[in-house]
T-cell receptor, first 114, second 110 residues
């Protein structure tokens, strides 16, 4: 199993540009989520999904969109990038939500918005 | 809102020492508590997961304990090695989200 994969590893955007961060898992996990990690702030939940077709907002959802058309993929979209979105983004997955399963994290995408 | 605090923020020890990392959380209504390791520029690696009904979990030189009633967890590392140098994060699981502490940065010197 490849586990949780994320692309790209690094990205530089200009303010106002859009892009999609890709996340995929091959473990047949129902639950997937996106976190951002900022110095001094720790990791914070952006959006999550409990299964295909079902998504919900986390702690810091503004400026981000998600969709879940398949069990394997959970892309994160930035519609109009802002410097405040400069961060490291991690995707995570687990077998199910609501039961407290172990969550597995991808390697991260380091995003810089100029 | 769940607040998770890790003490100390940084720790430097000589190789071979036993050490304890602390994690506290404000809301005891959690499913489990998970400890992660993060190396610089890398993702998170799960070390141990303690379910809310458990008191401790062990993996090799690592032992994690959980006291839900007092809102505390500890990660004990025995006979530390330079390869243990990393940032250690604890996260309280409420089912749909992990609430993370800011981590303890550990340096083990030869």
């Amino acid at each position: 199993n490849a586990g949780v994969t994320q692309t790209p590893k690094f990205q530089v955007l200009k303010t106002g540009q859009s892009m999609t961060l890709q996340c995929a898992q091959d473990m047949n996990h129902e639950y997937m989520s996106w976190y951002r990690q900022d110095p001094g702030m720790g990791l914070r939940l952006i959006h999550y999904s409990v299964g295909a077709g079902i998504t919900d907002q986390g702690e810091v959802p503004n400026g981000y969109n998600v969709s879940r058309s398949t069990t394997e993929d959970f892309p994160l979209r930035l519609l109009s990038a802002a410097p405040s979105q400069t961060s490291v983004y991690f995707c995570a997955s687990s077998y199910a939500s609501g039961t407290g399963d172990t969550q597995y994290f991808g390697p991260g995408t380091r995003l810089t918005v100029l | 809102k769940q607040e998770v605090t890790q003490i100390p923020a940084a720790l430097s020890v000589p190789e071979g020492e036993n050490l304890v990392l602390n994690c506290s959380f404000t809301d005891s209504a959690i499913y489990n508590l998970q400890w992660f390791r993060q190396d610089p520029g890398k993702g998170l690696t799960s070390l141990l997961l303690i379910q809310s009904s458990q008191r401790e979990q062990t993996s090799g030189r690592l032992n994690a304990s959980l006291d839900k009633s007092s809102g505390r967890s500890t990660l004990y590392i025995a006979a530390s090695q330079p390869g243990d140098s990393a940032t250690y994060l604890c996260a309280a699981n409420r089912g749909y989200a992990l609430n993370f502490g800011k981590g303890t940065s550990l340096l083990v010197t030869p």
